[in-house]
């Protein structure tokens, strides 16, 4: 079992910056990929950015130039600077990690970014 907290979100003003991070306790020997995703009200989960293996890092097209995922060699801390935050980068963020079999995922944390 893996247990995520996530933390560092809040209100910024548009064209600021955030950096959330995401602590990992229990058993992560398996952990294959680490991510952040984030959900709007009334929209569904989406991928913001994870790092798979050793090193290969996704985005998505709305983040990409603006944000970066970042981990500790131990696979126990995972960040996201999020910087020039547009209103549309207002959700709950929340942390996940995966392994083959399962999927971990963190409480999640708010970012409200005010235009």
């Known amino acids: 079992q893996v247990q995520l907290v996530e933390s560092g979100g809040g209100l910024v003003q548009a064209g600021g910056s955030l950096r959330l991070s995401c602590a990992a306790s229990?058993?992560?020997?398996?952990?294959?990929?680490v991510g952040w995703y984030r959900q709007a009200p009334d929209s569904q989960r989406e991928l913001v950015a994870r790092i798979i293996g050793r090193g290969r890092s996704d985005y998505s097209d709305s983040v990409k130039g603006r944000f970066i995922i970042s981990r500790n060699n131990d696979w126990k801390t995972v960040y996201l600077q999020m910087n020039s935050l547009k209103a549309e980068d207002t959700a709950v963020y929340y942390c996940n990690f995966a392994t083959i079999r399962d999927n971990y995922w963190g409480q999640g944390t708010q970012v409200t970014v005010s235009s």
């Open positions: 229990g058993n992560t020997l398996g952990i294959t990929a």
